[in-house]
């Protein structure tokens, strides 16, 4: 019975700490309900999904929130989300409710979804960027009449048993709190109004519940080494090896092979490290005062397109980051004046869409440093990211002891440029294109 109790204990313990991520300490995804009208046998609310994670977001086909109902209460309808099931709603009659299961499960609707069933930040196909990258598209909300129900505040019972998909599994949600009534302002913003009743739930995401294996890796080069420090092998799992395609094969001609599946059952090249995505850093020149190290992204799935992606960085020097070519930048201080961290985005309608995998699945970019010279040194591989997210999961690094070395000729107080070899831009090709 002890060693149940520990190992409880501990399973709990671990979840805990994996569902903490450290660069987006605050990050989560809050659900909002505000009651804004009784009704006969209910109430109408207004129910807001925030995505509050930096840069995590949520791709197509986007959000689902399930619960379940405290008592018997009905959904008479709803606008800007759907129901994916209506249930058994035989015992009405006249008018037949929009939802009648005890556990009903909300999707937002899709865009060009008639008018009259619109709410405000709805239909979107239940996508939500990422709250670092653009708030204003980090919110979706819809409308619920609820039936069934309490009719004032001391008789509504919270619906409980909250759960998320964001579209894959990996959130976690808390119980349904009652917080403050949400404060509204009119249109013309000279009065203030306020909600009857308001509630969050907040959900938390865990890569390790989300998959069983990372999505992403990490590989290096340098302009003073010609070795090339490549993904570690099956670092994404290698279940899936004799179902890879390789990029010379003839299904590549077969029509269809670029289109989604409903399962979201991926299609990938064959590499040795078998990842959606490969994620290359390569430490590009020296200068008196400055470096620049330059950051490719490659795609490897021919049945996935990464839609307003995101790539985190930690490097200690990202605190002297210069100039950003071909992406968007953007710092993030979780910790007060700790300045490592940054995020890179694509740039709106030129390479914020990542294709699928062949010759246009990579984007690229350059980021240019300034120099600290207490600090700055190309020793001990301190020129490469310490970690490296895609998309808000960790990607799998190389061994340290294989980072690209320093010759022994080499002085980190000295300007050391480029001597390229034929075998140097042969390997650096490859890299950046297989």
């Not at 002890?2 to 989560?28: E, H, K, Q």
């Not at 556990?103 to 670092?132: E, H, I, K, M």
């Amino acid at each position: 019975m002890r060693f149940l109790v520990v190992t409880l204990f501990f399973t709990f313990l671990f979840s805990c700490i994996d569902a903490y991520d450290p660069l987006d300490p605050n990050g989560n995804i809050t659900i909002k309900w505000d009651v804004i009208s009784w009704t006969a046998d209910g109430y109408v609310a207004v129910v807001t999904v925030n995505n509050f994670q930096m840069y995590r977001h949520i791709m197509s086909p986007g959000w689902t929130i399930g619960w379940t109902w405290d008592k018997k209460e009905v959904i008479w309808d709803m606008k800007g989300a759907q129901a994916t099931e209506q249930g058994d709603c035989s015992k009405f009659k006249g008018t037949i409710p929009h939802c009648c299961k005890m556990n009903p499960t909300v999707v937002d609707l899709l865009p060009g979804a008639p008018y009259n069933q619109q709410f405000s930040n709805c239909c979107r196909g239940g996508v939500l960027a990422a709250w670092g990258q653009d708030p204003q598209a980090a919110v979706s909300a819809f409308q619920v009449s609820v039936g069934q129900a309490g009719t004032s505040n001391k008789t509504v019972k919270l619906p409980q048993n909250f759960t998320m998909l964001g579209p894959v599994p990996g959130y976690t949600c808390g119980p349904a709190k009652i917080v403050p009534p949400t404060a509204f302002l009119t249109p013309d913003r000279r009065r203030k109004t306020q909600a009857l009743m308001t509630w969050n739930v907040t959900c938390a995401y865990s890569q390790f519940l989300a998959q069983k294996h990372p999505s992403c890796c990490v590989s290096f080069s340098s302009f003073y080494n010609e070795t090339i420090t490549s993904c570690p092998s099956c670092a994404c799992g290698c279940e899936n090896k004799n179902k890879c395609v390789k990029s010379d094969s003839k299904l590549l001609s077969v029509v269809g092979i670029n289109t989604p599946r409903k399962d979201n059952v991926p299609l990938l090249q064959c590499t040795h490290h078998m990842c959606p995505i490969r994620v290359h850093w390569h430490v590009k020149a020296n200068y008196k005062d400055y470096w620049r190290a330059k950051v490719a992204i490659t795609n490897f799935n021919y049945r996935m397109n990464y839609t307003q992606w995101t790539l985190v960085v930690q490097h200690p020097n990202l605190n002297n980051v210069t100039q950003v070519f071909s992406f968007d930048y953007k710092p993030l201080v979780s910790y007060g004046s700790i300045n490592d961290t940054g995020m890179f985005y694509g740039m709106k309608f030129f390479n914020e869409l990542l294709m699928e995998a062949g010759p246009f699945g990579n984007v690229q970019s350059e980021v240019l440093l300034q120099k600290d010279k207490e600090t700055f040194t190309f020793k001990q591989g301190w020129g490469f990211p310490w970690k490296v997210y895609f998309n808000g999961d960790e990607c799998t690094l190389p061994p340290p002891d294989s980072y690209p070395f320093l010759p022994n000729s080499a002085y980190s107080n000295q300007p050391f440029f480029p001597r390229f070899t034929a075998s140097t831009v042969i390997l650096f090709l490859i890299v950046f294109w297989w």
